[in-house]
């Protein structure tokens, strides 16, 4: 059973940048793609960004287009998503996820088989 772990959410002003990244256990990380999802309060969790296993293919929400970048390191089992132009509106509890698929990115939250547990990231205006 593989186990996610995200890190690097805080509180940052409109405008600056934050790094999230998330930290994975057991063999099977680079055999799927991965995923970015965020829930903010009263919202339903949404599709930020994803990745395919091998990292060639990238797919984005268009809120998030041209701002954030989904990246990963096989060889250390870790996702990461880098947040620049952060707006308020990027407020939520951001969580990684692997996907069911392995060369195609679902932005469907059914397609995602396992999940952590969040961290929060706060854009003060």
């Known amino acids: 059973q593989v186990q996610l772990v995200e890190s690097g959410g805080g509180l940052v002003q409109a405008g600056g940048s934050l790094r999230l990244s998330c930290a994975t256990s057991?063999?099977?990380?680079?055999?799927?793609?991965m995923g970015w999802f965020r829930q903010a309060p009263g919202k339903e969790r949404e599709f930020v960004a994803g990745i395919t296993r091998g990292g060639s293919t990238t797919r984005y929400a268009d809120s998030v287009k041209g701002r954030f970048t989904i990246s990963r390191d096989n060889a250390k089992n870790t996702l990461f998503l880098q947040m620049n132009s952060l707006k308020p509106e990027d407020t939520a509890v951001y969580s990684c996820?692997?996907?069911?698929?392995?060369?195609?990115?679902?932005?469907?939250?059914?397609?995602?088989?396992?999940w952590g547990q969040g961290t929060q990231v706060t854009v003060s205006s």
């Open positions: 996820a692997q996907s069911s698929h392995r060369w195609t990115v679902s932005t469907q939250l059914g397609e995602y088989t396992a």
């Open positions: 057991g063999p099977t990380f680079s055999s799927y793609a």
